[in-house]
């Protein structure tokens, strides 16, 4: 076996990124604290060719080089935008026909692997801070949450790879 170069790999430029069509997943980042996560954030939602990430509260925004350093440039790629309050991203989303899912740990909530996207396609996933998740007042105006299977002493996975499992999972179900 030998490791692929860079440029054996096929993929897209900056330009053609932007051209493609998106899978149609959104992100919100409700006040996450962390560059590194955000910027991992943005890379994840590049490699799954993700429509939109909202970017929301004291969540910081590009250009930032401690988002780059994470990012590697899928800030340049990704379409994101700053939106003040959290819960305001979701009205927005609404507004334009996405149902919306915290990531959280809640009642009622639907674990990952039962979880089915809804049959029009928009679909929007907020993940939230590294200490306190996603809003309460976030949580009361999505239309349902979804949840991680987890079994062993912690209460949660760092944010980015929450979004890492999700998004990949939620990817997989949306093209098959």
């Known amino acids: 076996m030998r490791k692929r170069k860079v440029n054996e790999l096929n993929r897209l430029s900056e330009q053609e990124f932007k051209e493609a069509s998106k899978t149609p997943l959104v992100v919100v980042l409700d006040n996450i604290r962390s560059c590194n996560n955000i910027g991992s954030v943005f890379r994840t939602s590049d490699a799954l060719l993700l429509e939109k990430i909202y970017l929301c509260g004291i969540t910081a925004t590009p250009p930032n080089k401690e988002i780059h ?27 334009n026909g996405y149902k919306v899912f915290a990531v959280e740990q809640v009642e009622n909530s639907i674990s990952l692997p039962g979880f089915l996207p809804p049959d029009n396609g928009k679909l929007a996933l907020v993940f939230g801070n590294e200490v306190k998740g996603v ?42």
């Open 135 to 176: 809003q309460q007042k976030v949580v009361n105006r999505c239309d349902g949450a979804i949840e991680i299977p987890q079994y062993g002493t912690k209460h949660s996975f760092n944010v980015s790879v929450s979004a890492g499992i999700v998004l990949w999972d939620i990817f997989q179900k949306l093209k098959n």
């Open 69 to 95: 350093k994470t990012a590697l440039d899928a800030e340049k790629s990704v379409e994101w935008e700053y939106v003040e309050k959290t819960e305001d991203a979701v009205a927005k989303l609404h507004e």
